[in-house]
């Protein structure tokens, strides 16, 4: 269930980065995508492992779907933080005291000269 919950999610997510194209929509696509890919794995492993895949699948072909998958996750994986990387800056630039860019610190220095 929890596969088809994850592709029931990529018409929205691709529709996100459609229409806003942002870091955090490509973020939250590339993390459904990783849930999927986990999910799909779990879900093979599960069928293997009950019996369910039929005989005429080999050892070769199962091996290559999991390679395929792994691959699909790992680089939708590390595809997330470089998304993030922009929100990050932005978050130091209100978060950090020293920063140059700190709103904080010139409203302070702001009205430590008004008094």
Same mark, same amino acid.
């Given at each position: 269930?929890?596969? @088809?919950?994850?592709?029931?999610?990529?018409?929205?997510?691709?529709?996100?980065?459609?229409? +806003?194209?942002?870091?955090?929509?490509? %973020?939250?696509?590339? !993390? +459904?995508?990783?849930? +999927?890919?986990?999910?799909?794995?779990? @879900?093979?492993?599960?069928?293997?492992? !009950?019996?369910?895949?039929?005989?005429?699948?080999?050892?070769?072909? +199962? #091996?290559?779907?999991?390679?395929?998958?792994?691959?699909?996750?790992?680089?939708?994986?590390?595809?997330?933080?470089? !998304?993030?990387?922009?929100? #990050?800056?932005?978050?130091?630039?209100?978060?950090?005291?020293?920063?140059?860019?700190?709103?904080?610190?010139?409203?302070?220095?702001? %009205?430590?000269?008004? %008094?």
């Amino acid at each position: 269930m929890l596969f @088809l919950l994850t592709i029931g999610l990529v018409p929205f997510t691709t529709n996100l980065i459609a229409e +806003s194209g942002g870091t955090l929509s490509t %973020a939250v696509y590339a !993390a +459904s995508m990783v849930v +999927s890919g986990l999910s799909l794995i779990w @879900l093979w492993d599960h069928a293997l492992r !009950a019996g369910l895949v039929d005989k005429s699948v080999s050892g070769e072909e +199962s #091996r290559r779907h999991y390679m395929v998958v792994i691959v699909m996750v790992v680089v939708f994986a590390v595809s997330i933080d470089p !998304a993030l990387d922009p929100l #990050r800056r932005f978050g130091e630039i209100f978060l950090d005291p020293d920063h140059p860019r700190q709103c904080r610190g010139a409203l302070d220095r702001g %009205a430590a000269l008004v %008094a």
